[in-house]
Nanobody, 113 residues
Framework: VQLVESGGGLVQAGGSLRLSCAASGFSLDAYCVAWFRQAPGKEREGVSCITPGGTTHYADSVKGRFTVSRDIGKNTQYLQMNSLKPEDTGKYFC????????WGQGTQVTVSS
């Protein structure tokens, strides 16, 4: 099982980014895959996830601004992030518990004010 994130970068407040999480070793429609983020000096927090059935969940802090989606054919999950705020800055990780915990290496998102 492998999760590889991409799409991070530096953006001004109010801007947008789309993160990708390419999965291998299992199918995205078999297990829940979640997005987490970790800001410097803070604990890792859950941002969003999609269940195998396609139900989406969001942290209150990102509702209405972030949208999670997936392409089963590409076995890739996406996180569209709009109206970004400086407090969205952090390293974003993919996670799944397919048998055990798997984490990607993360992609850095920096939002300047």
């Amino acid at each position: 099982v492998q999760l590889v994130e991409s799409g991070g970068g530096l953006v001004q407040a109010g801007g947008s980014l789309r993160l990708s999480c390419a999965a291998s070793g299992f199918s995205l429609d078999a297990y829940c895959v979640a997005w987490f983020r970790q800001a410097p000096g803070k604990e890792r927090e859950g941002v969003s996830c999609i269940t195998p059935g396609g139900t989406t969940h969001y942290a209150d802090s990102v509702k209405g601004r972030f949208t999670v989606s997936r392409d089963i054919g590409k076995n890739t999950q996406y996180l569209q992030m709009n109206s970004l705020k400086p407090e969205d800055t952090g390293k974003y990780f993919c996670y799944t518990a397919y048998g055990r915990d798997y984490w990607g290496q993360g992609t850095q998102v920096t939002v300047s004010s």
